[in-house]
């Protein structure tokens, strides 16, 4: 190998001795096992992405960057898609191949496991993740319905009417009794909004059922998710690592990768302002993110957008892990500093298309040939492009990748009822039915059969053409649903939720 490659690999990362340690830059002498490569812990929050064709290492990636993170008291959310993520949870057995790796990489190798809380979004392999359908808002839920652009309008439509009227859509059914109401005898009160269709309205409703025929009507509710309960750190120091488990809901991709959107939103939101910091106050790991650009309008691209960019400042290091660079929109790549590329496949010509384009993002460098590297790394090697303490990135470099600490593979099912059983679970278990849109559409459909008797009995008494609208219910409960509805919208304003018709295309 050129020695210039090992002096530019010294000079970029031999000034960042702690850090999150990746692996050793590969020899043509595998006895030779420096220099480490290392990301900066302080260039964490500044987002990253791992990549790579089916079973090149790149879970073995995602888990030794989380185990390492962990350790250094930073927490870590990860979505476990396969469920071979758990064993993060305990620690790994040594064997031939990781004692190998270890002494290729130079690496002194332990076995350990780590704090972990299983999140899911059914319940039924951990906490109960929740979020009401007012803080989810129109462009996601549009996203999980898969619905088109005048679909959507409609919806931010319905939602902008229910802010107005302090409607708390918590719900499916709270957004059903709406939208029911809406086409019919609330009909009318469209009018200053625009209208709707029963058509468009029929469509949703459809969506929606099909929505809770896969169980969604668990995650869409009360009580919410305290996003609190993932910046935990242990007694011992470590950082908590919450894994969402997501083999129960496999059938609904959109579904899962549009409520980790929702989380990253809403961590904005609640996140005061720290700038640069030493640490991120977590790291957010994005797993088959091509789930969540696929289909997506270009109303959310932006906000997508919009929310990477800005939650560095919060403190938050995002993560996307998906096959190709390809996947992920390039103002959105722009923002992924650190890289972690495994090999990449090229059996036909569109996979031949999609490795020039992945080669053609990377810094220059006049060590390899990029795209024919990138064909011919083994399972575990990766090219590496990290952010420098200065936030330079580094040149790219071909890094042999150490051995997680922990299990490289799921936990027992007697070990996960073990982990699934623990005070978060049980806090979160039972679901919670208060007043909402549903409940005081019910109650003024009641009162207007009373109102009719007694403007029949004293015609003489009849206020001037107005029934008791539904202002009258809202102020019955107004002290209980006025902070839910702000938080509901000021969280929903990164994601464009208020948004009214969307702007109409230039013609060309």
């Known amino acids: 190998m050129d020695p210039k ?105 332990h076995a350990a496991g780590f704090p972990v809380e299983f999140l899911s979004l059914t319940g039924a392999r951990g906490a109960q993740l929740r979020a009401t359908i007012s803080s989810f808002g129109p462009l996601l839920l549009a996203k999980v ?26 719900d499916l059914s709270d957004l059903r009794a709406v939208l029911q109401y809406l086409s019919d005898d609330g009909a009318d009160e469209l009018k200053a909004y625009g209208m709707m269709s029963k058509a468009t309205v029929g469509v949703l409703l459809r969506e929606m059922v099909e929505l809770e025929q896969q169980g969604a009507e668990k995650f869409f509710g009360e009580p919410m998710f305290d996003l609190d309960d993932l910046l935990q750190v242990e007694r011992d120091g470590r950082g908590l690592v919450s894994v969402l488990s997501l083999q129960d809901v496999q059938t609904r991709p959109a579904l899962f990768s549009t409520f980790m959107l929702w989380m990253l939103a809403s961590l904005y939101n609640e996140l005061p302002e720290v700038g640069d910091i030493d640490k991120p106050k977590l790291v957010f790991f994005f797993d088959e993110a091509h789930l969540l650009f696929s289909d997506a309008n270009d109303a959310l691209l932006q906000q997508i957008e919009q929310v990477v ?99 490289m593979g799921p936990l027992t099912e007697p070990e996960m009822q073990q982990r699934t059983s623990t005070p978060q679970v049980k806090k979160y278990a039972q679901a919670i039915d208060r007043e909402s849109a549903r409940e005081m ?8 059969p009373d109102a009719e008797e007694e403007a029949a009995a004293a015609p003489k008494a009849r206020a001037p053409k107005e029934a008791p609208s539904m202002l009258n219910q809202v102020a019955k409960s107004a002290m209980r649903t006025f902070v839910t509805v702000a938080v509901g919208s000021l969280a929903r304003g990164m994601l464009g939720a208020l948004v009214g018709k969307p702007q109409r295309r230039r013609r060309s």
């Open 5 to 109: 490659v090992i002096e530019a690999a010294r000079a970029a990362f031999g000034g960042a001795p702690h850090g999150i340690t990746l692996g050793a830059v590969v020899h043509e002498s595998e006895c030779h096992a420096e220099p480490l490569v290392r990301i900066p812990l302080a260039m964490m929050n500044r987002h990253g992405l791992i990549a790579g064709a089916t079973g090149t290492g790149k879970t073995k990636s995602l888990q030794l960057i989380a185990e390492q993170l962990s350790a250094q008291g930073v927490p870590v959310f990860l979505a476990d898609l396969k469920g071979d993520l758990s064993g993060i949870a305990v620690a790994g057995e040594s064997s031939d191949k990781v004692s190998k790796r270890a002494t290729d990489t130079g690496y002194t190798w």
């Open 145 to 170: 319905l898969g619905l088109n652009d005048t679909q959507t309008s409609v919806l931010s439509m319905v939602f902008k009417y229910c802010d107005d009227k302090g409607l708390l859509l918590l």
């Open 309 to 407: 960019r800005l939650i560095r400042s919060k403190g938050v290091g995002v993560f996307f892990i998906t096959q190709s660079p390809k996947d992920i929109p390039e103002t959105v790549l722009a923002q992924l500093g650190n890289r972690v590329q495994h090999a990449l496949r090229a059996f036909t010509p569109d996979d031949e298309k999609n490795l020039r384009a992945a080669s053609r993002t990377f810094p220059k460098t006049a060590f390899y040939d990029v795209q024919a590297t990138l064909t011919s790394l083994g399972i575990g090697e990766a090219m590496v492009v990290t952010l420098q303490p200065t936030g330079a990135p580094t040149q790219p470099f071909i890094s042999r990748m150490i051995p997680p600490q922990s299990r």
């Open 441 to 448: 559409l019910e109650a003024r459909m009641a009162e207007a």
